[in-house]
């Protein structure tokens, strides 16, 4: 992690910063600063998270912080929302659908049918994931949160 001095915003070398006795000095402007509260949350500054990947975010606010990146792919959604239409349609359609449409309950075939509708609710929510997803980890003080899912 790249330590930086508040005031002169010039790099501090790792010989001058003491983490047992907290402590990282600057030569330029000559002065001691508490390392801790340079690299606490609330100074984004300090951080290589002051410039996040494009995709990806960190903020902070009060006693709080927020770091996120999105699950969104065009690529990804561009080969998983046409495989799920043909997977699910094709298969769902072809085992429940024609047992609908017959008027024949067949046991045996709506049992192996189970595993392709699972297989359709997994990759629906993948492709979901694809489109609007993202995972967010939210702290505060020494509590933290993960939340991967969809937001609007």
């Known amino acids: 992690m790249k330590i930086v001095c508040p005031t002169c915003q010039q790099s501090i ?18 002065e001691a600063y508490s390392l801790a509260i340079m690299v606490e949350c609330g100074d ?59 008027g024949d309950f067949s046991i045996t075939t709506s049992l192996v049918g189970i595993p392709f509708v699972l297989g359709s609710v997994v990759l629906i929510c993948v492709s979901v994931i694809s489109v609007l997803g993202q995972v967010v980890l939210r702290g505060c003080d020494d509590d933290a949160v993960l939340f991967t899912g969809v937001r609007r």
């Open 44 to 102: 984004a500054s300090n951080s290589e998270l002051a410039e996040p990947p494009s995709g990806s975010w960190f903020t902070t606010g009060e006693n709080e912080w927020q770091v996120g990146a999105t699950t969104r792919s065009a690529a990804a959604a561009g080969i998983l929302i046409p495989f799920t239409v043909v997977w699910s349609g094709g298969s769902l359609i072809g085992i429940y659908g024609t047992q609908i449409w017959n």
């Open 13 to 30: 070398p790792a010989d001058d910063v003491n983490v047992a006795k907290d402590v990282a000095f600057c030569r330029i402007c000559d």
